[in-house]
């Protein structure tokens, strides 16, 4: 009678070490894949003298200046990005304190370079309209349509076209840019010429 010869230790040790290895190859390809995946794309990059590779510089966003006053919690003067909302220069001063009035500002508004910004408390009355400027000239960026409507010659009509025109085309540029709205011509903007600003 013979004896059935048992499983051979050394093949079994093969067949595991195998196994790690695949498994381990499995692994490293997933990472490999999911780094690509997340990795973002389109990174320039620029040769520096010496032959080293370098990332290119993003173009900077212009830098804007806005003031802020009233009820926040660190009035001041801010560097802002062209294109930031007033919610970002209450952010940047560190929220409205307890008593503001954050009813009182439209958070949703472009803000301009040279702005300042008054955050009311409650139950006082803000000491400039949206978009009028301390010097009572009125910011064709971010004017509402009750302080457009105080120019001489521009009624609700013509505020609501030149809100429309800025809804569309994003920001004026110059005062001149007044000429592509409609029912505005040459004499019309030299009236106004003084008492608006961008």
Do not use: C
């Not at 009750?146 to 994003?170: H, M, Q, S």
């Amino acid at each position: 009678m013979s004896a059935t010869p048992g499983p051979d230790p050394r093949r079994a040790r093969v067949r595991r070490v195998a196994g790690v290895a695949l498994v381990a190859v499995l692994v490293g390809l997933g990472i490999a894949v999911f780094a690509t995946a997340v990795t973002p794309r389109g990174t320039s990059s620029v040769v520096a003298p010496g032959g080293r590779e370098t990332e290119a510089p993003v173009p900077a966003t212009a830098a804007i200046y806005v003031h802020i006053l009233g009820e926040v919690t660190r009035p001041g003067l801010y560097e802002l990005r062209d294109g930031d909302r007033a919610v970002d220069a209450v952010a940047a001063a560190g929220g409205f304190t307890e008593a503001a009035d954050a009813g009182g500002l439209n958070l949703a508004r472009f803000v301009s370079d040279g702005e300042q910004i008054i955050v009311p408390a409650v139950g006082e009355t803000s000491a400039a309209s949206p978009g009028v400027a301390s010097d009572g000239r009125v910011n064709l960026n971010t004017a509402d349509a009750a302080a457009l409507d105080t120019l001489p010659g521009v009624g609700p009509a013509t505020a609501a076209k030149i809100l429309a025109w800025r809804e569309r085309n994003g920001r004026f540029e110059s005062v001149e840019d007044l000429l592509d709205v409609g029912g505005i011509g040459e004499a019309k903007l030299e009236a106004l010429r003084d008492l608006v600003t961008v």
